[in-house]
């Protein structure tokens, strides 16, 4: 399975661990990082709480 990569253009908070990503084909899903976060986090996700809070003010 082949897949593209597409250039995120903004992103919304969602409920809590949820970013909306909007896309610039126009495509905006809501991704839960939940289960990432809740579970996986610590061991494969150290510094996505930073890379989140900087999209944030980047897009501010």
């Given at each position: 399975m082949q897949h593209g990569i597409h250039k995120v253009v903004g992103f919304e908070k969602g409920a809590p661990y949820t970013l909306q990503v909007k896309f610039?084909?126009?495509m905006s899903p809501t991704i839960d990082f939940a289960p990432a976060i809740l579970h996986d986090g610590?061991?494969?996700?150290?510094?996505?709480?930073?890379?989140?809070?900087?999209?944030?003010?980047?897009?501010a």
């Amino acid at each position: 399975m082949q897949h593209g990569i597409h250039k995120v253009v903004g992103f919304e908070k969602g409920a809590p661990y949820t970013l909306q990503v909007k896309f610039a084909d126009g495509m905006s899903p809501t991704i839960d990082f939940a289960p990432a976060i809740l579970h996986d986090g610590p061991r494969f996700f150290p510094d996505l709480r930073k890379l989140v809070e900087t999209w944030e003010r980047s897009a501010a």
